[in-house]
């Protein structure tokens, strides 16, 4: 049941990366990255989303949330 529910986001995720134009390699990249620390992309996401609401642009929190996990983004894509 789990891996049936990690396929289908995995797929979801797939289909609307592809929309936004992303690259195949870089779809797969990452989701592999997701599949490694899902908690670390959990976190990501509500740093983002609690800057979003601050009145800062998604683009600006995105940025700064990225940089500030960097080094921990950086193991995920050398571990691969």
Do not use: C, W, Y
Request: charged share 30%; hydrophobic share 40%; no cysteine.
């Amino acid at each position: 049941m789990l891996e049936t529910k990690n396929m289908f986001k995995n797929f979801l995720m797939k289909k609307m990366l592809r929309t936004q134009g992303v690259p195949e390699a870089q779809i797969d990249m990452f989701i592999t990255m997701i599949e490694k620390n899902p908690e670390l992309f959990k976190t990501i996401a509500s740093e983002i989303q609690e800057k979003v609401k601050g009145g800062m642009s998604q683009m600006d929190a995105g940025m700064e949330v990225m940089k500030k996990h960097e080094e921990e983004l950086k193991k995920l894509t050398v571990s691969r």
